[in-house]
């Protein structure tokens, strides 16, 4: 174990940690076995795999480069993704990030990290440079390297920051070289629940797994939340009558401390008055692949490989399955588009849940796909999004936690319905195994159980929507 400065080298990527929260990188690297109790989850090993792709990619524009070489200095450690040398004296210092921009707040600090180090070990740096993925490259035939990265000069903001981050490099050494355990709760539990730390529990323990801190959108509400904490105010129970809130955090307080339900049949029925029969309830699966697969694709642009699609042709019959699934390392935006087309008649209304995913790409694939740009605008003319009536308040459970999701919403509703049972419960898995289905070698077998998996996902999302629909359907008749 670590307990001196001069046992402990500070990486770059444990820096960052720490500045997002002190305590959670002391645990990582001194109690490794409660940073890392909880497993990555698909999306996280996803955006490893980008990051890997992508550093390999990017070395092809530097044939002259050295890559990953270490640096070591009085307790700091950076691992370069590219050194360029210019003559004999000075290096050029390039980062790679598989970004489609620059997060001011992570990728200068890293890279201001790294020239610090550099600096240390008598290396002049005469220029540091952030190379991320150009979203408005749109591939055609061959990759072209030069036009899918963009390589920015931060030289002179690096150079304004250095010193700044070399104080603050010292004090994160400090911190994370003592031997005993800190005292005390975690930076984070000044930040709403999406944005704590992996360690959050085990450092708050008397912090309620539902609280003050689930509040929605208390995380862009700093002031409010810093009230809360500061007043030693971590249960709903606990916030202060006339404490400023907004109408939705109202609305989520209020049925969990009087255990009712907020239901406006008025509303609802205002809202599902307008839907045109038949109804098609729909969804897509996509796969954000970072570097561009195929032929009018930027980076991060989704790959629509699958869609579900239940039918209902009036409120007293039985909806129709329909799916489509692309199997194939290729392509699937031409078949997808003839099978939607031939599936979906040319009236009724179009349900989706949060409906921008989807009209967002119909966009792409009317622009990717002319002939039938038409067809995705008429559809996106007759969406409809039934998160709405969660969204504007007109339904509100205790157990919805103020969320719309469809996940939050779906076991609260039609409790008999549940993700839980399937092997693929959330579209980050849904994408990963879509990936691996058409770029890895597998048996059948194998294909076959994720191919079936996929299914099964895709089609609950959709009768999902409908269930949810029917028991509105059914409240306000």
Request: charged share 30%.
């Amino acid at each position: 174990m670590p307990s001196s400065n001069k046992d402990l080298f500070l990486s770059k990527t444990n820096y960052i940690i720490w500045r997002n929260c002190h305590k959670n990188a002391w645990l990582k690297i001194h109690k490794p076995e409660i940073y890392f109790a909880q497993e990555l989850s698909e999306f996280e090993k996803q955006i490893i795999e980008a990051g890997n792709e992508v550093d390999i990619l990017a070395r092809i524009l530097f044939p002259n480069g050295e890559y990953q070489k270490e640096f070591r200095k009085d307790g700091f450690l950076a691992v370069t993704d590219i050194i360029l040398h210019i003559g004999r004296t000075y290096v050029e210092l390039y980062e790679v990030k598989a970004t489609n921009d620059i997060d001011k707040k992570v990728h200068l600090y890293d890279l201001s990290f790294q020239y610090n180090v550099l600096k240390m070990c008598g290396e002049k740096a005469e220029s540091a440079h952030l190379i991320h993925l150009n979203p408005e490259y749109k591939r055609q035939g061959e990759l072209d390297l030069s036009q899918l990265f963009k390589i920015e000069n931060l030289t002179e903001e690096i150079q304004e920051m250095s010193e700044e981050v070399m104080d603050d490099m010292r004090l994160a050494l400090d911190y994370l070289s003592q031997e005993n355990e800190p005292t005390g709760p975690c930076d984070c539990l000044y930040k709403g629940r999406s944005a704590h730390c992996t360690t959050f529990h085990y450092s708050n323990p008397d912090i309620p797994e539902y609280g003050v801190h689930d509040l929605t959108r208390i995380g862009l509400s700093k002031r409010k939340l810093t009230e809360l904490v500061d007043g030693h105010k971590f249960r709903l129970e606990e916030i202060p009558d006339g404490f400023e809130l907004s109408d939705t955090q109202k609305n989520q307080i209020w049925t969990y401390l009087n255990d009712r339900e907020i239901i406006s049949k008025e509303n609802i029925a205002e809202e599902l008055e307008t839907l045109i029969f038949p109804l098609y309830f729909l969804d897509y699966e996509t796969f954000p692949a970072a570097i561009p697969r195929f032929d009018g694709f930027s980076p991060y642009h989704h790959i629509p490989f699958q869609y579900s699609l239940h039918t209902l042709d009036n409120p007293d019959s039985e909806p129709r399955h329909l799916e489509f699934l692309h199997i194939d390392n290729s392509d699937p935006s031409l078949d997808f588009s003839k099978s939607l087309e031939k599936n979906i008649g040319n009236q009724g209304s179009i349900i989706v849940w949060h409906k921008d995913f989807e009209c967002g790409r119909n966009r792409e694939l009317g622009e990717r796909l002319p002939e039938f740009k038409n067809f995705f605008n008429d559809i996106n003319g007759r969406i409809y999004d039934l998160e709405t009536i969660f969204k504007k308040q007109h339904h509100v459970h205790k157990d919805y936690k103020g969320s719309s999701s469809i996940k939050q919403i779906l076991p609260v509703l039609v409790p008999s319905l549940k993700y839980d049972d399937l092997e693929i419960k959330e579209g980050g898995t849904a994408a990963e195994k879509w990936n691996r289905l058409t770029t890895t070698e597998l048996d059948n077998e194998e294909k076959e159980f994720i191919t079936e998996n996929l299914k099964a996902y895709c089609k609950l999302d959709t009768y999902a929507m409908y269930a949810i629909w029917k028991k509105l359907y059914k409240l306000i008749s």
